[in-house]
């Protein structure tokens, strides 16, 4: 009987000591109060032809990264930087967030051989994806003024 009684006592008290240590750990949970608003990465890609060129830019708060290429030759450049906080600011001033989901993206065109143009702007709380968005006349604008602006600041082989 004592040894059954032992085993009782070390399986409950092991238990015990799991339970409060599990109850003390403190979890890293994210405190929400990041800025739904706030843009956190651009990328623009342009990708299709019959020779399968691509152009990818993406733009973080301090980083700028661009590769192009073609997939026929297999042909790729690279080229990364870092960006100003002056530029990365007017970049994404040019964005109104709110306009955003009024843009309207268009069927693809590389089934035909044809270069499909896609933005994505990223916020905390939604990823907004928009493909060959500038038959949308209407609501392209803001994004027509990205592209210029990323020109701006890229080399001239990555334009």
């Excluded at 009684?5 to 003390?24: A, D, P």
């Excluded at 032809?49 to 700028?64: E, Q």
């Excluded at 905390?124 to 928009?130: D, G, N, R, V």
Aim: charged letters at 20%; one cysteine or more.
């Amino acid at each position: 009987m004592p040894a059954t009684k032992n085993i009782f006592l070390e399986s409950f008290f092991s238990i015990f000591l799991l339970s409060t240590f599990f109850s003390c750990v403190k979890e890293n949970k994210p405190t929400g109060n990041k800025d739904p608003y706030e843009i956190t990465s651009i990328s623009l890609s342009d990708i299709g032809g019959h020779l399968g060129s691509y152009r990818i830019i993406k733009v973080t708060r301090d980083s700028i990264t661009a590769e192009k290429g073609t997939t026929s030759n297999q042909i790729h450049k690279k080229w990364a930087s870092t960006i100003s906080p002056d530029a990365w600011r007017q970049l994404a001033s040019s964005i109104h967030i709110t306009d955003l989901d009024y843009i309207k993206s268009s069927p693809s065109r590389q089934p035909m051989d044809g270069i499909d143009e896609t933005f994505q702007i990223r916020t905390p709380k939604k990823s907004h994806i928009y493909v060959n968005a500038y038959v949308d006349t209407v609501h392209y604008q803001q994004l027509q003024q990205l592209k210029e602006q990323l020109n701006n600041i890229l080399p001239e082989e990555y334009k």
